[in-house]
């Protein structure tokens, strides 16, 4: 059973309607059930941003945060690296790279990063246990 990891980043003050807009987007346009969601991963300096606690709870998921090294760890998985955002955060992309981190060392992503006006989501899954 396949179960998936929605990675989230967005600007300081993003709109919380925006941000789940975006994640509820990137789950339905991939085809895949919200109740598989294993929880909702960022990089630790959005950790308290309301609109990403706002996303966890109406989704009704468990909000895991990752420091920037561990998300740059991911950085040759990526399908969308950044040194803009690497200047900005010290990692090339968060979105992707939480939902990679969130999901395991043989996660895949199965849609990369997306973007909305202020934030992007990324979701990734386990690979299937048979």
């Known amino acids: ?7 989230l980043g967005c600007e300081r003050g993003c709109d919380p309607a925006e ?5 509820e987007h990137v789950i339905t346009t991939a085809g895949r059930d919200i109740s598989r969601l294993a929880g909702l991963f960022t990089i630790d300096q959005r950790m308290n941003e309301p609109a990403i606690v706002y996303v966890a ?9 990752f420091d920037a090294a ?13 040194a803009q955002v690497f200047a900005l ?18 996660a895949q992503l199965i849609v990369g ?18």
Not at 1 to 7: D, F, P
Not at 19 to 23: D, I, M, S, T
Not at 70 to 82: A, D, F, I, Y
Not at 95 to 100: C, G, I, N, R
């Open 89 to 106: 955060v010290g990692c090339h992309g968060v979105a992707e790279a939480a939902a990679l981190a969130g999901a395991g060392s043989k």
């Open 19 to 23: 941000l789940l807009a975006l994640a």
């Open 57 to 65: 709870t109406r989704l009704a998921v468990p909000l895991y945060a």
């Open 1 to 7: 059973m396949e179960t998936y990891t929605l990675g």
């Open 70 to 82: 561990r998300l740059e760890v991911e950085t040759p998985r990526l399908l969308n690296p950044s």
């Open 113 to 130: 990063k997306t973007k909305s006006a202020h934030a992007t989501a990324a979701l990734a899954v386990y690979n299937a246990i048979p």
